[in-house]
């Protein structure tokens, strides 16, 4: 099956400092991206709505000027977490369509603010 | 109403036993169903895909399709211990939209 890259798998950062977390796919161009966050036992959460080469689309109740979204080319797609606070702490989690109907999931990314 | 729903279980089988998962959606428009796995602390990874209503088949996976009843489910013949994940089922009601989730459920095979 297709691939999806994300990087790093894991980052600690303390509270007030940016992140940025990358998301490839490494055997097909992704036109669109999705970026999703899961707290503990519950379920994902989409964030936003990413398309190459046009601003994310994120949903109600995320804010798009602390979740940077960034999808400059067909394989790749960044998320920068602004200004982090402990409460951001959480499992962000890429997907990319392949062109078709499929939606594959990068393997994550944990992140701890501290 | 939730767009998906599934039941949060945790639903234990016993191993070599069927395991049925059952996901029910809102939205008539719908046309593309996904079952996803996730592992504690990992990311979904793929199992099936179904767009037609009727039965698809991928080795011990079976997903079902009924659009008329608004329900997709999973079945797992002979589980396995290393199938107790969460399973999650998504729907996208176009192929260029994005996946809407559910809850998942949680599945313990036991020995």
């Known amino acids: 099956g297709a691939v999806v890259s994300q990087h790093p798998s894991w980052v600690i950062c303390k509270s007030g400092t940016s992140v940025k977390i990358e998301c490839r796919s490494l055997?097909?161009?992704?036109?669109?991206m999705f970026w999703y966050r899961q707290f503990p036992k519950q379920s994902l959460m989409l964030m936003a709505t990413?398309?190459?080469?046009?601003?994310?689309?994120?949903e109600q109740g995320v804010e798009k000027d602390k979740f940077l979204i960034n999808h400059a080319s067909l394989t790749l797609s960044t998320l920068t977490v602004t200004s982090a606070h402990p409460e951001d702490s959480s499992f962000y989690i890429c997907?990319?369509?392949?062109?078709?109907?499929?939606?594959?999931f990068g393997e994550g990314s944990w992140l701890t603010v501290v | 109403q939730k767009e998906v729903e599934q039941n949060s279980g945790p639903l234990s089988v016993p191993e070599g036993a069927i395991a049925s998962l059952n996901c029910t959606y809102s939205d008539r428009g719908s046309q593309s169903f996904f079952w996803y796995r996730q592992y504690s602390g990992k990311s979904p990874e793929l199992i099936m895909s179904?767009?037609?209503?009727g039965d698809k088949e991928d080795g011990r996976f079976t997903a079902q399709l009924n659009k008329a009843s608004q329900y997709v489910s999973l079945l797992i013949r002979d589980s396995q211990p290393s199938d107790s994940a969460t399973y999650l089922c998504a729907i996208s009601p176009s192929t260029a939209s994005k996946l809407t989730f559910g809850t998942g459920t949680r599945l313990q095979v036991t020995l």
């Open positions: 055997d097909f161009q992704a036109t669109t």
């Open positions: 990413s398309n190459e080469g046009s601003k994310a689309t994120y």
């Open positions: 997907s990319a369509r392949n062109g078709g109907n499929t939606i594959y």
């Open positions: 179904i767009y037609s209503n």
